[in-house]
Structure formats: C-alpha cells, structure tokens
C-alpha cells in the first residue's frame, strides 16, 4: 500500500468485498490508481486506449434534437479577425481640446458682452462612411445597414437635390463645435466656471 497515497481510494478499496487481507495493490502506470495484479493486467490495456483518446465535446443540443423535427442548423465559420485599424485619437483629442477653448471663448464673450466668436468648422471622421443618398455619415456596421435602408427610401420618393443642399447647409450651423459638442458643453464650462 506504500505506493497509494489517496485515502480516498484506500478506503473504497478496503470496503469493498474484493480485498482480501492479504493481496497486495499495484498502481497503475496511466492513472495511477492501485489495483491487484490479475486485475492491473486487465486495466492497463484500457486504461492507455482510454487516455490515449482525446475525447469530443458533449453536443447536448444535437442529443436533445434527436428524434424531434426541428432541422440542426449549422453555425457558419468563424472568420478570422480583422486587422486593428489605426486609431486616431490625437485628432479626438485636437477636436476636443478646440471645443473646449471655443466653448470658453463662447462663454468669456457672454459675460463681457461682446459677440460670439465665429463657430469653427465641424471637422470630420476618416472613419466614417458617407451615405450616397443622404449624405450622412456612420462607423461600417450602420452604414452597411443604413445604407440599405436609405436606398430603399430613395426609390420610394425622389429628392429634390435643392432641399436636400438646405439640409445639409443646416446641419453644418447646427454642429458648431467639433466632434459634435453642442451647447451642452458651453452649459457644462459655465457652471465649472
């Protein structure tokens, strides 16, 4: 028993009706549990088959579905990963700190009473994908959607390029400051100052 360390297979072992006082127990050379010897011939071709054998992973949806009349669907393959694209955050934050300067020059000339600074130009996302038909822009996952969408929409109606040219020029004055910064960020500065 020199060679069994586990109390726990010592015990089962011993209460079992097998054990004889006097037999000894081999370990076995794979698992390592102990047997007697006319036994241990027996386990060891087994117990190498077995451990040998790299076993599969246990589908129980294709066991639940046997017999039933729902079809298994198979998932698609796994595409590799795409490669990281180039982040540009320093242009996010040259946006960022250009609308925190205007949004204090906003503020400075409220409170002096002099006129509004001009508003800088909304810079724009090399990121994103403009909408042929709208001209809007979106990150590639919305506008593969939007994109889609907005065709259908163009086919149902037609646009008068004249109306859609004031949309745009409107949108242009709404975004006054970069990255999108309204006057939120002006209200945010007037109350830290």
């Given amino acids: 028993m020199d060679n069994c360390g586990a109390d726990r297979q010592l015990r089962s ?9 006097n037999k000894k127990l081999f370990p076995c050379e794979v698992c390592g549990r102990c047997f ?8 060891e071709p087994i117990c190498k088959k077995l451990f040998n054998k790299k ?16 079809p ?22 040259e946006d960022f700190i250009n609308a925190i300067r205007s949004a204090k020059q906003c503020t400075l000339a409220i409170r002096e009473g002099r006129p509004l600074p001009p508003p800088s130009p909304p810079t724009i996302n ?17 506008a593969q959607r939007h994109i889609n969408f907005c065709k259908d929409q163009s086919s149902r109606r ?11 020029a409107s949108r242009a004055q709404v975004n006054t400051f970069p990255s999108g910064f ?8 007037k109350l830290t100052l």
């Fill in 72 to 93: 298994t669907v198979s998932k698609p393959p796994q595409t590799k990963a795409q490669p990281m694209k180039k982040s540009n955050w320093r242009q996010q934050h």
């Fill in 36 to 43: 007697a010897a006319d036994v241990l011939e027996r386990h």
């Fill in 158 to 168: 037609v646009f008068d390029p004249a109306q859609t040219a004031a949309k745009l």
């Fill in 13 to 21: 072992l011993q209460s079992s009706s097998f054990l004889n006082g």
């Fill in 126 to 142: 090399p990121d994103y994908i403009q909408c042929p038909y709208c001209m809007r822009r979106f990150n590639e996952m919305a």
């Fill in 55 to 70: 076993r599969k992973p246990f589908n129980s949806l294709k066991q639940r579905l046997q017999g039933t009349d729902i």
């Fill in 182 to 189: 309204h006057c939120v960020a002006l209200a945010v500065l």
